[in-house]
């Protein structure tokens, strides 16, 4: 599983019939920043991935991929390659709070 910012979403009216009623949410991943591990830093790509959530744009998110992906609830038969699979509430590295309330 990654770490990720949900950054928007995506819309597309023509797909395939299993991917109908699906929310699919752009996401960018977030990596711990290796010279300052207090903080986060922004991967180089972004991902479209299906939500199984209700996750929101500004949330961090966490999500899984390739085959994984499809083992979330109702996606076994789908074609998808990427899904968020949980809200994020905090995140502590090396002990100290990077992401979430004190």
Known sequence: MFLAEVIGQVVATKKDDSMVGRKLLLVRPKLVDESDPSRFRD?????????????????????????????????????VDAAVVAIVDSVDVLGKKVYGSP
């Open 43 to 79: 991967g180089v790509n972004t991902i479209v991935a299906v939500d199984t959530v209700g996750a929101g744009e500004g949330e961090l998110v966490m999500f899984c991929q390739g085959s994984s992906a499809r083992q979330a609830g109702g996606l076994k038969t789908i074609p």
